[in-house]
Nanobody, 127 residues
């Protein structure tokens, strides 16, 4: 079973930056993608970025939702089994709980594909 543990959230002023981390363990053959999602207060969970294959097998690439392009950057450290989400020029509307998740495909629009989730890390941006 895949375990994911997020860290790095906190209270930041608008314009600042944060790097979130997600430590991953228990990889199985069912995991071909790791992703970042967020849930803002009063809103549904939405995708931010993912790295992996868009099919069950195939080449690995990084994908972002349209809202995340430009200020968000996802990276990984294979040796540490950790993925990161760098968020620059933070805005109050970025306030949310950020989750790391694992899936068989890198498809942010299909939440049902993401079978394993971390507990989340809170990001609060003050204006």
């Amino acid at each position: 079973e895949v375990q994911l543990v997020e860290s790095g959230g906190g209270l930041v002023q608008a314009g600042g930056s944060l790097r979130l981390s997600c430590a991953v363990s228990g990889f199985t053959f069912k995991v071909n993608a790791l992703g970042w999602f967020r849930r803002a207060p009063g809103k549904e969970r939405e995708g931010v970025s993912c790295v992996g294959s868009i099919q069950s097998s195939g080449g690995v690439s990084t994908h972002y939702t349209d809202n995340a392009k430009g200020r968000f950057a996802m990276s990984s450290d294979i040796a540490k089994n950790t993925v990161y989400l760098q968020i620059n020029n933070l805005k109050p509307e970025d306030t949310a709980v950020y989750y790391c998740a694992a899936a068989i495909k890198c498809r942010l629009e299909h939440l049902s594909l993401w079978a394993s989730w971390g507990q989340g890390t809170q990001v609060t941006v003050s204006s």
